[in-house]
């Protein structure tokens, strides 16, 4: 099992944000990286009107990071939550 962190930079509340990491976990792991597969760099939450942001560190450990406001630069999932 891999450690989570999530940074909630939001006025959501944190069952909210639980809920978005884990539309993104449950997604899988659909963006491809050098190293292959990973769970989608930046998602944005249509109804919340956020980004969720995946980082894999070297030790595994994968930090998601809600944001309100930031654009990514990169390719992105979308979904309807």
């Not at 069952?15 to 990286?33: F, R, T």
């Amino acid at each position: 099992m891999q450690k989570l962190i999530i940074r909630n930079r939001t006025k959501i509340s944190d069952i909210e944000a639980l809920y978005l990491v884990s539309e993104v976990i449950k997604k899988g792991k659909i963006s491809n990286a050098a190293k292959g597969k990973k769970y989608c760099f930046a998602t944005h939450a249509v109804i919340s009107q956020v980004w969720i942001y995946c980082d894999k560190r070297k030790s595994g450990t994968l930090t998601f990071t809600i944001d309100p406001d930031a654009v990514p630069t990169t390719t992105q999932c979308a979904w309807g939550t």
